[in-house]
C-alpha cells in the first residue's frame, strides 16, 4: 500500500484530477495556484484553492485542505482504501482499458452475424443503426471471447483480472446484448443484457463509472433519468438526448455529484412503474437525496406495469412522452 500511495501521489495531479472533474479554476497572481468555487461545499464566491507545485489544497470556505487522497475522500465520501483503490481504477487503467475496448470492438462485430441479437434489438424497440453504432453496442454469443483475446497477447491472468472470463476459462458474457459505459471516453465497464432465460442484468464486478454518456449530458440543465440502457437508448432515439442513466435506481455519491454540479438543475426520474411499486418507491427515496442537494425533481408517471422502453415499445411517440413529462409530479 505504501508503494501504491507515493506512486499515487507522485503520478496523479490534484489540479488535473479536480478538472476532470469539471473543476472550473481561475488563476490567481501566482503562477502556481488557483482558486475556483469549492466541490465539498456550496458557495457562490469562490475560496478553494490549488497550490499546483505542492498538490494540495485549502478552502477558506469550509476549512478543509489536504492532499489528493483527502480531497477525493471528502468529495466521494470514502473511506481510505477505497479511496486509494478508487484512484488506481480511474487513473492508471491501461491495460484493462485496451482490453475492455478490444472486447467492445469485438462484440461490435459479433451483432451482425447473429440474427438472434438484431432480432433482440427490434423487439426492444430499437432501430437507428446510426444509434445503436454510435452507443457501441455489440452482442455476445459466448464461447469465442477468451480465443479471440488470447490471439491478440493478452494473458490468461489479465482477462481472469478483468472479469471477463471466470476461473474455469468460460465466458462471461454469453447470450447477451452488450452496452460499453465509458468514463472520460475510456471503458470502465461492459453491461450485458440476457437476450435468453438467465437473469437480465450483468456488469463486470468493476466499478459502474459515473452516469452513463455524462460527458455529453452534462451540458443539459433538464435531464432525465432512467433505470436501464434500453430505456435510455428509445430516449435517445426519439431524441430526448438529455437522458442519463446510472444502470438500477442506486446512485453511488459520485453520481449524485454529478447532477448537482450545474446549480438549478432539474431532474426527471423515469423509474419503471412495476407491479410490486419497486421502481416507484426507488424513485422517491433517490427524490429526497437529490432534493437535499438542491436539484429541482420530477416524477415522471408511466401507464402501470410499463417502463420507458416498453412504453415506446407499446407504441408511445415522443410527444406522448413529453405530455408525460410535462404531467410529471414536482416535488
Ligand atoms: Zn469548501
Known amino acids: 500500500m505504501g508503494e501504491n500511495l507515493e ?65 477525493v475522500q471528502l468529495f466521494l465520501q470514502l473511506p481510505f482504501h477505497q479511496t486509494v483503490v478508487h484512484l488506481e481504477e480511474e487513473l492508471t487503467p491501461a491495460p484493462v482499458s485496451l482490453l475492455l475496448e478490444e472486447t467492445a470492438a469485438f462484440y461490435q462485430l459479433q451483432l451482425h452475424r447473429h440474427p438472434e441479437a438484431t432480432r433482440y434489438l427490434e423487439q426492444r424497440g430499437l432501430h437507428n443503426p446510426a444509434l445503436i453504432e454510435e452507443l457501441g453496442i455489440g452482442y455476445a ?9 488470447a490471439a491478440l497477447g493478452y494473458s490468461f491472468d489479465l482477462l481472469l483480472d478483468s472479469g471477463l472470463i471466470s476461473s474455469q476459462g468460460r465466458d462471461a458474457f454469453c447470450h447477451r446484448v452488450i452496452f460499453p459505459c465509458r468514463q472520460l471516453g475510456q471503458i470502465v465497464n461492459l453491461y450485458g443484457r440476457s437476450i435468453g432465460a438467465a437473469f437480465p442484468h450483468r456488469l463486470l464486478p468493476r466499478s459502474k463509472g459515473g452516469l452513463f454518456a455524462w460527458e455529453s449530458v452534462s ?21 430526448f438526448r438529455n437522458t442519463t442513466c446510472a444502470i438500477g435506481t442506486q446512485l453511488t455519491p459520485a453520481q449524485v455529484v454529478q447532477l448537482a454540479e450545474q446549480p438549478g438543475r432539474s431532474v426527471y426520474i423515469a423509474f419503471d412503474h412495476d407491479d410490486n411499486q419497486a421502481g416507484q418507491k426507488a424513485a422517491h427515496q433517490l427524490a429526497r437525496r437529490l432534493q437535499s442537494v438542491g436539484i429541482h425533481v420530477h416524477i415522471v408517471r408511466l401507464p402501470e406495469g410499463l417502463d420507458p422502453n416498453s412504453y415506446f415499445v407499446a407504441g408511445a411517440s415522443a410527444a406522448d412522452f413529453t405530455t408525460r413529462l410535462r404531467e410529471a409530479d414536482q416535488l
Do not use: M
Open 7 to 71: 506512486r499515487l501521489k507522485q503520478h496523479i495531479s490534484l489540479l488535473e484530477y479536480l478538472q476532470r472533474h469539471n473543476w472550473k479554476p481561475c488563476r490567481t497572481g501566482s503562477r502556481q495556484e488557483f482558486v475556483g468555487l469549492c466541490p465539498l461545499h456550496q458557495e457562490t464566491r469562490p475560496s478553494f484553492y490549488v497550490n499546483a507545485a505542492k498538490n494540495l489544497f485549502y478552502c477558506h470556505g469550509c476549512g478543509r485542505g489536504g492532499d489528493l487522497i483527502r480531497f
Open 141 to 149: 454469443p459466448g464461447g469465442n471471447l477468451r480465443r479471440h483475446l
Open 219 to 239: 451540458r443539459f440543465s433538464t435531464v432525465i433519468l432512467v433505470e436501464g440502457l434500453f430505456d435510455l437508448a428509445v430516449l435517445w432515439q426519439a431524441g
